[in-house]
């Protein structure tokens, strides 16, 4: 069985340029959940995608944006970069159903840093 | 705002000996989950342990286990037998909603002496 996978590892960028993650989900999982994490903190839900759809999005603004592809891989796309947005952003998948909380798996994140 | 609170920023704990990490969340629902998870230095998130509030019987996972007090709104790490691969941030997260997002803590990080 394949755990989630995220590319790239590390990054560095300027600030307004625009970035790319992605996210390879778990063999057999529909959903995929992006966080991001800054130093020394716990992990903000940014969104959720499920079937190639978003499904529910945390305060984050809409220059972050993302897709979930018909595999269940996804993107985070960030427009505008702005230092703030350095951090490890984090990808989750699941299996989710309407009644039902399942476990979300996570990758090992990109380290995004935004100069 | 619902919170998870982690209030200890950080623990020591003797090898071979029990630690315990606490957590409190707050929620207005019924029906959610919690969860710990253990991030080391490495940096991947993994699961530790999972409860669900509608069980009464708290979760056990071999050296883990979990004190739920739902009427409370606790929910404490117990690690047994404590060993230096223990060593990581430990977050307490909360699953609600129709998306079931979670809602970490800002952690504990956890050492363990030799």
């Known amino acids: 069985e394949t755990g989630v996978t995220q590319s790239p590892t590390h990054l560095i960028k300027t600030r307004g340029q625009q970035v790319t993650l992605r996210c390879s989900s778990q063999s057999g999982h529909n959903t995929v959940s992006w966080y991001q994490q800054a130093l020394g903190q716990g992990p903000q839900f940014i969104f959720q995608y499920y079937r190639e759809e978003e499904n529910g999005r945390g305060n984050f603004p809409p220059r972050f944006s993302g897709l979930q592809f018909p595999n269940y891989s996804s993107e985070l796309n960030v427009n505008a970069l702005e230092l703030d947005d350095s951090a490890l952003y984090l990808c989750?998948?699941?299996?989710?159903?309407?009644?039902?909380?399942?476990?979300?798996?996570f990758g090992p994140g990109t380290r995004l840093t935004v100069l | 705002a619902q919170t998870v609170t982690q209030s200890q920023p950080e623990m020591s704990v003797q090898e071979a000996e029990t630690v315990t990490l606490s957590c409190t969340y707050d929620t207005s629902e019924s029906d959610y989950y919690l969860f710990w998870y253990k991030q080391p230095p490495s940096r991947q998130m993994i699961l530790v342990i999972r409860q669900e509030a509608y069980k009464q019987q708290n979760a056990t996972e071999n050296r883990f286990s979990v004190n739920f007090q739902k009427a409370a709104k606790s929910f404490s790490l117990k690690i047994s037998d404590s060993q230096l691969g223990d060593a990581a941030m430990y977050f307490c997260?909360?699953?609600?909603?129709?998306?079931?997002?979670?809602?970490f803590g800002k952690g504990i990080t956890l050492s363990v002496r030799p």
């Open positions: 989750a998948s699941s299996t989710w159903t309407i009644s039902t909380a399942d476990t979300q798996y």
């Open positions: 997260a909360r699953s609600t909603g129709a998306n079931s997002k979670l809602t």
